[in-house]
Structure formats: C-alpha cells, structure tokens
C-alpha cells in the first residue's frame, strides 16, 4: 500500500480496536519497581499501651522506586491525622467485652454523612488495618495498624445510594519488602483480609471491588502479570499453605502501582477493578482471633475479602456501593 493508504488503513484499524474495547477499559497500570528494604522513617506509629501478646512494630519507610519516585511503605496512611475508630476488641486500651449485646452502642458517635439518612452501624476488622470512607469522607482508621489483632465499630448516619471505600494494609516488619518475623523466619510472607458487616445488611463478599496496589515479595518483578486488571499471582500461590515465598530476602522486589486520586470518591468507576475474593476464616487464620471469634453476630453473613492474592497483595483498595 502506498503510505497515505497505509495510514488510512492504521487509523481504521486503530479506531476499530477502539471501538473494540469494552466501556470501563482503562489505560494499562503504570507500575513501579522498587529492590530491597526501605529506609525506616517511623519505628512505630501507634504504641500499645498495655501489654499484650503477639505486638509488633507499626513501623514506616521510605524507598526510591526506579523510576525516581520516592514511595512510602507499607503505604501512605491517615493514621496519624484521621479520627480513630471506637474499639469493639482492643488488647491495647482494654477493650474487651465480653459478649457484642455488652458493647454500648450510645458511646459510639454517629458520624452524619447526610442529615436527612439512616444509621448504620458496622463492624470490621482489618488484618491488620483499614481506612473506611464513605462518599468520599473519611469515617475512621482503624485503631490499631499492626498486631495485636483488633475490631471496630462505626456508625454513620447516611442515604442510599452511598459508597463505601476502604483503604486496606497487610503490615509488615521487612519495610518495603511484605515480610515480618514469624517463628523464628525473619522473612515470612505475612497475609491480609478484611471482613466487615453492616445493620443495613451490606457485608463483605465477592459483590465488592478490590484491587492490589503494593505486591511483594517478587524474586522477579515480572512475577506479577497484569491480566485484564488483576494483578496477578497466582502461579505462586494464593494463601496458605499452598503459596510459594521466593527465597531473595532482601534481594526481593516490589511492584507498586499509584492510588487514583479519586479512589474514595462516590462517583469513582470502579468497574475496572476486579471482584473481590473471599477467603475462608482457615485461609486468613482467624480461627482463635479472639476479637473476631468472640463476636460471632458482629460478622453474620460477612466474608473475609482481599484482592486475588491474600498474601503478595499488601495495599488494597476495596468499594461497594449501597443501593
Ligand atoms: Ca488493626
Ligand atoms: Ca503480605
């Protein structure tokens, strides 16, 4: 073909393969690299204030990604400015009832989304820590970042349709890398999971959206492949103890993609996102979460979601919309 032929036919082509892609396509994820450990600029943001088994460090780093962007892990938070939500199970304040009918509702204060809506009010737990927005507006961080292992209660007075957005971390003590010490393995994978339920009937479950935004750790970066908008895994292993960790320690890498700006906002698209994945309480390893096992109607119905892997996965957005 000549070239003004040829050019004709590239831009027919083109828009056909525009035409081609479904509505809710977005541009390919524009990763970046990191290799190694943060530099720690926080040794723990959030000191527990009693003793109690199983704390860890709620630790803070900072690491230049290859292409120049310096990138806080485990991930940009609001702990330190939001409003702390009301403990439901909190080791480190003393929080403990002993049934959910013992917890006083009337001093948990109603966050007014729209004057004129219901109140719902919700318990969630984060392993090991989420953000809960609703249209756009930060309700609450949970109480605690890391271990011991907490609950949360919230209510917030709202109107359907409304929005809900959380901002989830699967914390770690290897700063950059998703690892922390677990029985004597100072590079243990640690995994995530978040399981929520509301009065107004929405719970957590596969309805939901999630996508990962912090993947480690990779022998490769190239171990993630984006499929469609997964961010993808799976040829290492989902969850315990089928996963396979790579050995590189501090060698490893990390695949980190930027937050959309808007990412909380009600009117966010998140239809490019894949489904959520639920996971069974054996999966998250929760069987004797006493904040979680103890308060068996607190999470009725609710499943454990992450995106599609609980473990490389450790910065997760997560939406639902409430209709
Ligand atoms: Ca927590
Ligand atoms: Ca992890």
Avoid at 275 to 303: I, K, M, Q
Wanted: aromatic content about 10%; charged content about 20%; glycine content about 8%.
């Amino acid at each position: 073909m000549r070239q003004g032929s040829i050019l004709r036919f590239a831009a027919i082509c083109g828009a056909m393969v525009a035409l081609a892609l479904p509505a809710a396509a977005q541009p390919a994820a524009q990763r970046q690299v990191t290799q190694g450990l943060a530099r720690t600029t926080a040794e723990n943001i959030a000191v527990c204030g009693r003793p109690a088994p199983n704390s860890r460090l709620s630790g803070l780093g900072s690491i230049t990604a290859q292409d120049g962007a310096m990138l806080v892990v485990p991930a940009v938070t609001s702990f330190a400015t939001g409003p702390r939500l009301p403990d439901l199970y909190n080791l480190c304040t003393g929080v403990t009832p002993e049934r959910f009918a013992d917890v006083d509702l009337n001093r948990v204060p109603v966050v007014e989304i729209d004057p004129d809506g219901e109140v719902v009010t919700g318990s969630i737990i984060g392993d090991n820590y989420f953000e809960l927005w609703i249209n756009g507006r930060l309700v609450g961080v949970d109480a605690h970042p890391y271990t011991p292992f907490n609950s949360a209660i919230v209510r917030f007075r709202v109107k359907r349709p409304y929005t809900i957005a959380l901002l989830l971390v699967d914390w770690e003590e290897r700063l950059g890398l998703g690892m922390e010490t677990m029985r004597g393995n100072d590079w243990f994978a640690g995994d995530g999971g978040v399981i929520a339920r509301f009065s107004d009937g929405t719970v957590t479950d596969a309805s939901w959206r999630a996508q990962s935004f912090y993947v480690a750790p990779l022998a490769r970066p190239e171990d993630v492949v984006e499929r469609g908008a997964v961010h993808d895994t799976s040829a290492f292993g989902r969850t315990y103890p089928q996963v396979r960790v790579p050995d590189c320690r501090e060698r490893c890498f990390a695949v980190h993609y930027p937050l959309p700006a808007d990412w909380a906002a009600r009117n966010f698209d998140d239809s490019g996102w894949p489904r959520a994945a639920e996971y069974t309480d054996t999966e998250v390893g929760v069987t004797s979460l006493t904040g979680y096992t103890r308060y068996p109607e607190a999470f009725a119905g609710a499943h454990w979601i992450w995106s599609s892997s609980l473990v490389f996965d450790n910065l997760v957005l997560a939406r639902r919309t409430v209709r």
